[in-house]
């Protein structure tokens, strides 16, 4: 699940060999944070938001669980505020949400049955949809595309030892695309982003022949066909967790690697950029911890960070690219919290903001419940 220097497999089209620079202990100050704190709806606690994704500035949506056992938790932003939506009426939770003219999804888990959960927004209803391989009980959804022409693409992982599907629903069927070599043997697909219908792309973590490897992996849809562009960390254990796509000569992929220096192993942050030609090392600031989650807005880069050491208590974390320039961010001062964490980001179209969902926990009126913050203009 983390990458590694990385040594190319015979298999792989494309290999980078990656540099790891101390990593960062410090942020810009709190009090410079371009990042505000924004009221999230009420919820039962234990409760935490897991994914959001923005239409437009008077449309987002932010999905989680709430409570014990776990209810499914969906909050939709209407331009003002937050507001929590109606009880879906069964126990769960929701991980995955995409939205697009037309279409608004999500995806969890349905804890009575133990089974995949998809669910597509009509009017104002949360109806269930079928799913390929809808009755496997080990089928898990780990991300959710909308395309604007109604086509939604799905990734999910299934079996044992895990193997990954991506697959696509025109508006009335799904149709499961037979993956590259390089995941013949095993893959675990992390998340997925269709930029288009001939321009898709999903990253995760693969497992080549070699015992106790486990090498982060891009996968691109031409419209056709699954390739491989990127398969590294034979030499130690990789992972990528989420991509973004600006354009075709533009792709973003960020996870983490495992470091295998001083007195003990540690988990560190990565980056990478695509061109149009190969994948490299973004040098971006390598922090103990994992990059889960990014979004291209504000004339920027945003790359939400869950550090592994506790570092600045009551603050989220960022990575920030622009003009050229990397900053490790932290998000603004939270009194009375002990743990704060952004599990996902996402840009805000037409506008210069980007939403930040996750969870804060204070041990002092023990409690965990979601949390909401907003970098830029809407």
């Not at 929590?84 to 126990?91: E, I, V």
């Not at 204070?362 to 809407?378: D, K, M, N, R």
Request: overall charge neutral; hydrophobic content about 40%.
């Amino acid at each position: 699940m983390t990458r590694s220097w990385a040594r190319r497999l015979a298999v792989a089209p494309v290999s980078i060999v990656l540099g790891l620079a101390s990593p960062v202990t410090s942020y810009a100050q709190t009090a410079d944070s371009p990042w505000q704190t924004v009221q999230a709806p009420p919820a039962q606690s234990p409760a935490a938001l897991a994914d959001v994704a923005a239409r437009n500035a008077r449309s987002a949506w932010a999905v989680g669980s709430e409570g014990s056992p776990s209810l499914p938790y969906i909050a939709h932003w209407n331009g003002r505020r937050w507001v929590k939506q109606p009880s879906l009426g069964w126990q769960g939770t929701l991980t995955e949400v995409t939205t697009a003219p037309g279409s608004t999804w999500a995806a969890g888990v349905d804890q009575s049955t133990g089974t995949a959960k998809l669910l597509r927004k009509i009017g104002s209803v949360w109806a269930g949809h079928d799913l390929p391989r809808g009755d496997d009980p080990t089928l898990r959804i780990t991300g959710l595309s909308a395309l604007p022409d109604g086509r939604l693409w799905l990734s999910a992982t299934y079996g044992s030892p895990t193997l990954s599907m991506l697959a696509f629903f025109d508006g009335h069927t799904w149709t499961e695309t037979p993956l590259p070599a390089e995941c013949a043997a095993r893959c675990a697909i992390q998340q997925i982003e269709a930029r288009t219908a001939q321009d898709v792309w999903a990253v995760g973590a693969g497992v080549p022949p070699s015992p106790g490897v486990v090498a982060g992996i891009v996968l691109r849809w031409d419209g056709t066909t699954w390739t491989a562009g990127l398969s590294n960390g034979t030499d130690n254990v990789a992972n990528l967790y989420d991509v973004h796509a600006v354009s075709a000569d533009d792709v973003w992929a960020v996870g983490h690697k495992a470091v295998f220096s001083g007195p003990r192993p540690y988990l560190a942050t990565i980056v990478l950029h695509y061109d149009g030609t190969s994948w490299q090392d973004a040098g971006a600031p390598a922090i103990v911890g994992s990059a889960v989650s990014l979004a291209a807005g504000g004339g920027g880069l945003w790359v939400s960070v869950q550090p592994s050491s506790p570092g600045l208590a009551g603050t989220t974390r960022y990575l920030r690219y622009e003009s050229g320039t990397w900053t490790a961010v932290a998000g603004p001062a939270t009194p009375d919290v002990d743990v704060l964490v952004t599990q996902a980001v996402a840009a805000v179209p037409g506008t210069s903001a980007t939403w930040s969902v996750g969870y804060r926990t204070s041990t002092a009126a023990q409690t965990t419940v979601p949390h909401i913050e907003l970098a830029g203009s809407l």
